[in-house]
């Protein structure tokens, strides 16, 4: 394993902190340590502590599973230290020791020591990577969702918190109480306006407890917007042992990313914030038009070409994006559907980033996989398409390769490929009902799925006509015959 005292001592071509860890303190809580907050946000933090150590990260685990006790159990033995690997797609690629992370704690299983950070005036921002769907947003109303029981057990006890809004509420509240400053609660989901989405989130959480103390939250804390953008694979068996191989190292955690990355972000921090912008992190006044680019282009062309990519049978996709016909799909969505419809921030070229997009996807040596794009695509569909699919039907623009997206993701759902394969489709907000909406062979019916619920209040006639005759030649003659023309 990885520890502290083997940091002096690490395989050659593998790179150690620049900093004295010993010499780091906490600033930041964190909600959510999985691979992209370790790749991203922890990648940014750490190339900043050799100029000011005040922003160590305490990361916090919610749940009580098996799973989640050995994560936190690897995490303390190897000292919260990771190694991160960031392969290019030419195959070069180094490896770092990530040391910003300087506790890991399960919340389950010592609810009063997350508080007690949330309440100590050295932890100035709480930031989170809870999934897009984990806002806990009624989807109908748009307003936070007070009923679920998670979050009524909170309400009933809310100096014993369960959820990651109790926790912060319950945190800030304590902060109040003691005359601290509010800390910044920070989105890194990858979720456009997030730190909107988690400020409406954690406020209807706070008002249907206090309503004073969510009016103190209100006008003391801040939730800025960003735009977050790295790939970053799940790292299954054969990835972990291929990185400790190349590496030398015998590390329990290893993570892996492509070598871009990029933070956009609006400077609004209630009580100070790391100089990140010394890390790459670009702070603008609003973050909106690099959102949509990222959004509209990366993120939507991601799940067009890995929802049929995963019918034709590819695993990763490097092999979806080197078959000519998808991609050349995915070319045309961006060329033909996105493009003219988005404007671009100042001095950003929309056809280079879309030639950067594709090139990305084409690398290999990540082992990205199919499934994870496409897992929890309902609530993906909804952030990534919505825009495009709402301009073409406004505009009375071309709507096949939209009809394809969906009903590739219609038909991806069933859980079997053309080679009659069979895998498991990542819905986790979906209950019986939609399960049994999306398994219908009534091809209208799945049509009613929360996926596609951003635009049903236009007409919509032409285009779910367009996505039940696309799926019928999908099931009888394959996806390739399904293809709009280019």
């Not at 609006?266 to 959102?291: H, I, M, N, S, W």
């Not at 005759?469 to 015959?481: H, L, N, P, T, Y």
């Amino acid at each position: 394993m990885i520890a502290e005292k083997n940091l002096s001592s690490l395989p050659v071509g593998v790179n150690g902190p620049l900093y004295d860890i010993k010499k780091i303190k906490n600033g930041i809580l964190h909600f959510g340590v999985g691979n992209f907050f370790r790749a991203h946000e922890a990648f940014y933090v750490d190339e900043i502590l050799k100029d000011d150590p005040e922003w160590g990260i305490v990361g916090v685990g919610l749940t009580g599973s098996e799973r989640s006790r050995k994560k936190a159990e690897t995490f303390t033995a190897q000292d919260c230290l990771y190694s991160l690997t960031a392969p290019s797609p030419s195959g070069e690629h180094s490896t770092r020791i990530i040391g910003c992370l300087r506790d890991y704690l399960l919340a389950p299983a010592d609810p009063e020591a997350v508080l007690k950070h949330l309440a100590d005036p050295a932890i100035r921002i709480v930031s989170m990577t809870i999934t897009e769907g984990g806002y806990n947003m009624d989807e109908k109303t748009g307003e936070f969702d007070l009923e679920g029981e998670s979050v009524k057990a909170d309400l009933q006890n809310p100096e014993k918190p369960s959820t990651v809004f109790g926790y912060v509420v319950e945190g800030l509240r304590r902060r109040r109480e003691a005359g601290l400053p509010a800390f910044t609660v920070m989105s890194c989901d990858n979720l456009r306006h997030n730190g909107n989405v988690a400020r409406k989130a954690f406020l209807g959480y706070a008002r249907a407890r206090d309503a004073d103390l969510a009016s103190w939250i209100e006008d003391n804390a801040t939730f800025p917007n960003s735009m977050v953008d790295r790939i970053t694979p799940t790292v299954t068996p054969d990835i972990y042992d291929r990185l400790n191989k190349e590496s030398g190292l015998d590390d329990d955690l290893p993570v892996m990313a492509e070598d871009f990355h990029q933070w956009v972000m609006e400077d609004r921090f209630a009580d100070g914030r790391p100089p990140l912008e010394k890390a790459g992190v670009q702070f603008v006044e609003d973050v909106t038009p690099y959102e949509q680019v990222k959004i509209r282009m990366l993120n939507a062309s991601h799940i067009m070409l890995c929802f049929p990519g995963i019918l034709v049978g590819y695993e990763y996709v490097a092999e979806a994006v080197k078959d000519s016909d998808l991609r050349g799909n995915v070319e045309t969505f961006l060329n033909e559907d996105v493009i003219p419809t988005l404007k671009a921030p100042e001095g950003l070229s929309l056809e280079d980033y879309r030639d950067s997009v594709l090139h990305r996807f084409s690398n290999a040596a990540m082992g990205d996989q199919t499934l994870r794009i496409a897992g929890d695509g309902s609530s993906k569909i909804q952030v990534f398409w919505t825009d495009t699919v709402r301009k073409a039907l406004e505009g009375k623009r071309d709507i096949a390769r939209i009809a394809f997206g969906m009903a590739a993701y219609l038909e991806m759902l069933r859980g079997v490929n053309e080679k009659g394969d069979h895998y498991t489709p990542n819905e986790p907000t979906f209950r019986d009902a939609q399960w049994k909406l999306a398994k219908s062979d009534d091809f209208t019916t799945a049509l009613g799925l929360p996926a596609f619920d951003a635009w049903r209040d236009l007409d919509t006639t032409a285009l779910d006509q367009k996505v039940v005759e696309i799926r019928k030649i999908i099931r009888e003659k394959g996806v390739k015959a399904a293809l709009p023309a280019r």
